[in-house]
């Protein structure tokens, strides 16, 4: 089967394309390497013009003017350049309802040329998109990314690139999207949610994770217990970072020398898996159901992670709570009593460690979630 991968998000594409190449399938991955993170890609649009000191300036000044974002525009105008690759695919995989992240009139441009010069297309939920995020704004959910924008509107530019998703002009991005696609696939429980009566809902695939690559080797605890936090300022309410921070605080004055807590902030993917790798514990993120990639890479490595780990997860997965992770809440005092449980009992970090490793293993193993990859497609 030939396959394009179209969009990156989190290493997502990346290890399914992996999958896909291990079961004997061509597969070429498209995209911008996911910002900063510099995601490895076979064709890269990511801006470059604008990544320059010049172009940087340029940019700002333009959108402040005219709202026009260059960069954008840029990664629509590499995207056109090598149109003429991207035909004749068995399967178009669409990584979001904007996998170019382009400018819309010209992303919908484009987008019609692959519905056009191709066989079929799926479409991944595994970020916002325009229903997620109408989902998000009704507050159908017990507590969510959205809440501290509630909470605190002063925080409205952090939220600016959310509401862009139910815009009139992303909205016809959505419909166009809808119109052309076969089916739609969630990556975790997050975005089961919203989709789950949808029509072309398929259902829940879960994220490949490399267990080959990934070593896990069994946590050995001498003196500290050693707690990594990886901050994405872009993300900073919205995965609930100061609760993680208040908790870190509280720990710290309890604990004093028997913990080290390690903080990384925007750092490019290959530098945030060298520095969490001593650590025993990992913070990911408060506001989620289910587990983010960052979260699942670290499981597989034998951590314990603090994430998404709602009832919803553990009905899914006939799991117990703690089993494999420890379940965030949007509360740092309770974050703050299960560090001081771990810290307290270390047993359990070996435990829960172990079981993180074993359920990666089972449920996320890339080949395995490739095959259900294909699976979906011929279905």
Not at 158 to 185: D, G, P
Request: proline share 3%; charged share 30%; aromatic share 12%.
């Amino acid at each position: 089967m030939k396959i394009l991968l179209l969009g990156e998000y989190s290493h997502l594409h990346n290890t399914l394309k992996k999958g896909f190449s291990a079961l004997g399938h061509e597969v070429l991955l498209v995209g911008d390497g996911d910002g900063f993170k510099n995601f490895p890609v076979d064709i890269s649009i990511k801006p470059r013009f604008t990544n320059n000191s010049f172009g940087q300036k340029l940019k700002v000044g333009l959108f402040k003017i005219t709202r026009i974002d260059l960069g954008e525009l840029e990664r629509g105008i590499r995207f056109y350049f090598q149109l003429n690759k991207f035909k004749d695919f068995d399967v178009v995989q669409l990584i979001n309802e904007k996998p170019i992240k382009t400018t819309p009139f010209l992303e919908r441009f484009l987008l019609k040329k692959i519905f056009k010069n191709n066989t079929k297309t799926v479409l991944l939920s595994c970020g916002i998109d325009f229903i997620s995020v109408e989902y998000l704004l009704q507050k159908k959910f017990r507590y969510s990314i959205m809440d501290p924008l509630f909470e605190d509107p002063s925080l409205k530019n952090e939220y600016r690139y959310v509401f862009n998703y139910v815009k009139k002009n992303h909205k016809k991005t959505h419909q166009l999207v809808f119109k052309n696609i076969e089916k739609l696939i969630a990556s975790d429980m997050d975005y089961v949610l919203p989709l789950k009566d949808h029509e072309l809902f398929y259902g829940l695939i879960p994220n490949p994770i490399d267990c080959e690559t990934i070593v896990s080797n069994e946590l050995i605890i001498k003196d500290k217990i050693i707690i990594f936090l990886g901050i994405n300022r872009g993300t900073y309410s919205k995965k609930g970072v100061p609760f993680f921070e208040e908790a870190l605080s509280i720990i710290e004055n309890k604990y004093g020398d028997k913990v080290k807590v390690i903080i990384a902030e925007n750092i490019p993917y290959s530098d945030y898996l060298k520095l969490y790798k001593e650590a025993h514990i990992l913070l990911d993120q408060v506001n989620a159901y289910d587990q983010g990639y960052n979260a699942l890479e670290a499981m597989a490595s034998g951590k314990v992670v603090f994430t998404g780990a709602e009832k919803e997860f553990l009905e899914h997965y006939q799991i117990a709570e703690d089993e494999v992770c420890i379940n965030a809440l949007p509360n740092s005092i309770e974050i703050a009593d299960k560090l001081s449980w771990l810290i307290d009992e270390p047993n359990k970090i070996i435990e829960i460690g172990k079981n993180a490793r074993n359920f990666i293993e089972e449920h996320h193993h890339y080949k395995k979630v490739a095959e259900k990859y294909l699976e979906a497609y011929k279905s």
